[in-house]
């Protein structure tokens, strides 16, 4: 876990409904994932069809442990749409795949257990 949210969650941070609406998590379906060896930690290269409202964008994913890039294709997976950019390593990340750590600190990726059209908000 992240010092930052180590420190939010031990000063228990309130947040108002307003400022959870400001955070936009969609459903996206993966349409390629492949290695990322110039990542600082084991990662895979992802493109996410978010719907024809946001498209296609692309992420980097620490999920190596549990995923192979080859059972990724086709999974649809929530993410955070509205961050900035962020440049990680040669590779510009567009957003951020959620997920919790399991026992070991591996990530599980947050995924509908059921289709929904691609671009769904999480309600």
Known sequence: MSKFFKE???????????DFLKVDIRVGTIQSAEEFPEAHKPA??????????IGVRKTSAQITK???CS????????????????????FMSE??????????GDIILARPSQFVPNGSHLH
Do not use: C, M, R, W
């Not at 059972?71 to 040669?90: E, Y």
């Not at 957003?95 to 070991?104: F, M, N, P, R, T």
């Open 8 to 18: 939010a969650l031990a000063a228990e941070v309130l947040i108002t409904f307003n």
């Open 44 to 53: 895979y290269k992802l493109i996410i069809d978010f719907g024809s409202e």
């Open 66 to 68: 549990n995923y192979l």
């Open 71 to 90: 059972d990724l294709v086709g999974t649809q997976v929530l993410a955070v749409t509205n961050f900035p950019p962020k440049q990680i390593g040669p």
């Open 95 to 104: 957003v951020l795949v959620l997920g919790a750590a399991d026992e070991k």
